[in-house]
């Protein structure tokens, strides 16, 4: 069932989702990555996205970002309908209202941490400077190096940085600390929290890993392509006080 707008005080969704249906291929080679989801997300949540690899939850991250088109339902940001969005539009909307970050950081191993930030400042309508961005991930001493003289969670929140100068009003995460490890996941994770805390950014955290669910507001979980299960969370903790 579709989340209670009580959970941001009646305040319209950003996203309305209903009965979101993604296929891959035909037939008997049909694959259904997701099957009949409904939610809705609001201004200013942090929400995690749970499940096991293969469980529709980067699909649905996609087809948020408008990095994919859905097959059935409808999924609107702000009463427009995504799916129904040509090309030119859904560039639009990734460029003016959507931040990514991945797995992988893709940095351009030949610019500095500043300059890879500058890449999508110059592009935005409204952008903070470079080094704002990157003092907002804690990056304000290491701007002027390399990649390669980064470590992973340093390279991690550059690519936030670079994610979130163009100040998009949503933040999508797909397994943000799934090639680190726990001290510099935790690290990557506290970037993620004080953007959603001092921009507002709506922002959704994909992970496999349980432990993470507990920074959220909101919790959906995934299998198989269903949406299995969506829960409150009254007791939000710190990314401090989280260990696996």
Not at 38 to 64: H, I, P, Q, R, Y
Not at 162 to 173: D, F, G, N, T
Request: glycine content about 10%; hydrophobic content about 40%.
């Amino acid at each position: 069932m579709p989340s209670s707008p009580s959970a941001s005080g009646g305040a319209a969704p950003v996203f309305e989702v209903r009965r979101l249906a993604k296929t891959y291929g035909a037939g008997t080679a049909a694959v259904h990555a997701l099957r009949e989801v409904d939610l809705d997300l609001f201004s200013g949540e942090l929400v995690v996205l749970l499940g096991a690899s293969g469980s529709g939850k980067s699909t649905l991250l996609n087809l948020l970002g408008g990095l994919d088109t859905p097959t059935g339902g409808s999924l609107r940001y702000r009463g427009w309908d995504l799916g129904r969005a040509d090309e030119a539009g859904l560039t639009r909307y990734r460029r003016d209202v959507v931040g990514f970050v991945f797995q992988f950081y893709n940095l351009i191993p030949s610019l500095t941490a500043r300059e890879n930030v500058a890449l999508i400042t110059e592009i935005a309508r409204h952008p903070m400077k470079p080094e704002e961005a990157l003092a907002l991930v804690g990056l304000e001493n290491r701007m002027d190096h390399f990649p390669a003289q980064l470590s992973g969670g340093e390279q991690q929140r550059v690519a936030i940085a670079r994610a979130i100068a163009k100040r998009p009003e949503v933040l999508l995460c797909d397994e943000p600390t799934g090639a680190l490890d726990i001290k510099t996941g935790i690290t990557v994770l506290q970037a993620v929290e004080r953007i959603n805390r001092e921009l507002g950014t709506l922002t959704a955290v994909i992970t496999h890993n349980a432990v993470i669910a507990d920074i959220a507001d909101r919790v959906f979980t995934l299998s198989d392509g269903h949406l299995q299960h969506a829960r409150p969370n009254p007791h939000r903790r710190s990314v401090e006080e989280l260990a696996w």
